[in-house]
Every structure is written in structure tokens, then in C-alpha cells.
Nanobody, 125 residues
Framework: QVQLVESGGGLVQPGGSLKLSCSAS????????MAWFRQAPGQEREFVAH????????SYADSVKGRFTISRNVPENAAYLQMNSLKPEDTAVYYC??????????????????WGQGIQVTVSS
């Protein structure tokens, strides 16, 4: 099992940057593929980015490609989402998720067993 806690959210102006962190506790963090999802008010939770556990292959939603970067630091048991050139439409609650020993890029929430509690990101002037 793994427990996930997000941090680093907040209010930022359009065009600005934020870096979200996802701290993991529990064993075998290296065996988890990591993902970020987001959910805006009144909308379904949507896929943002994914990082495979076995080689670090990354995948992104088209809406964030070229602006967001997912990464991890295994010794620190942490995953990150660097968000640049933020837009008002990026405003949402962001969640990290973990998928054990799977290199498949799951883009639907139902495929993830482990979730953080979510953190608010607001992009507004």
C-alpha cells in the first residue's frame, strides 16, 4: 500500500508557474507508476500526466502538453508536476494517483487504487 499527500497548490496569475508535489509513504514506491488528474467544479476528473515506474516514460493530456512536466524522485518517495504557462482553464483540484506494477498509461480514474486528497490550483488575475 501507499499513502499519497499533495502539496504546492495555490493562487497564481495567468502565465505563471507552480510545482505540485506528491509525497508517498509506504513501501516499494519505486514499483508504482504515478499520475496526475484534475477536477474542475461541475466536471469529471480528467487525466493530466503519467509516469511509468519502469523506465520513466511520460504521457500528457493534449491540453497540457509542452507546459506541464511530470517527474519523480525515488529516494525521496515523491512525484512532482511542474506547471508552466498556466491558464485560467487549468484551475481545478489536482490529485496524484499511483498504479502498482503497471506500465500501461491509464487515463481513467477507475484504474487507480491509490489517491491523494487533492489540492486546489487557481489561475486568476
Amino acid at each position: 500500500q501507499v499513502q499519497l499527500v499533495e502539496s504546492g497548490g495555490g493562487l497564481v496569475q495567468p502565465g505563471g508557474s507552480l510545482k505540485l508535489s506528491c509525497s508517498a509513504s509506504g513501501s516499494n514506491f519505486v514499483r508504482y507508476s504515478m499520475a496526475w488528474f484534475r477536477q474542475a467544479p461541475g466536471q469529471e476528473r480528467e487525466f493530466v500526466a503519467h509516469l511509468t515506474y519502469n523506465g520513466g516514460h511520460t504521457s500528457y493530456a493534449d491540453s497540457v502538453k509542452g507546459r506541464f512536466t511530470i517527474s519523480r524522485n525515488v529516494p525521496e518517495n515523491a512525484a512532482y508536476l511542474q506547471m508552466n504557462s498556466l491558464k485560467p482553464e487549468d484551475t481545478a483540484v489536482y490529485y496524484c494517483a499511483a498504479d502498482y506494477l503497471s506500465a500501461v498509461v491509464h487515463t481513467t480514474p477507475d484504474n487507480y487504487k491509490y489517491w491523494g486528497q487533492g489540492i486546489q490550483v487557481t489561475v486568476s488575475s
